[in-house]
Every structure is written in C-alpha cells, then in structure tokens.
C-alpha cells in the first residue's frame, strides 16, 4: 500500500480505507501500529491532519 496516496483524503475516506482503530475522531494526529518487521520491530503509520484532511504521512520502525 502507498501511504502517501493518503495525503489530501479526508477522515471519513481513511476510516473506509483502513479503520479508526484506537484515534480519537477530532485529533490531529491519528496512529496506526501497521506491524511487525524482521527484527521485530514495530512499524508505525502517522497521519497528520489539518481541517481533517491529511497534509503528511510517516512511517517510523519503533523497537
């Protein structure tokens, strides 16, 4: 999956797309634990939001 084609989607089109899981609706922020790597490491997708819509997308690899 590209993440990146989440930029310019708004909240509702991401919760069609892959779920609220645990985002509180009005932050900014939303979370998403995508799993884990080889070395067990846990790969994180971050959603920034602004008017709810997406404006940056990260991936981050958390031990």
Known sequence: MKYDDFIGKN?????????QQFNYYHAKQWT???????????KILFLYFEDDVVTKVEVKKKI
Request: glycine fraction near 10%.
């Open 11 to 19: 909240k509702k089109e991401i919760i069609e797309k892959i779920g």
């Open 32 to 42: 998403y634990i995508l799993g884990n790597d080889l070395l067990r490491r846990k």
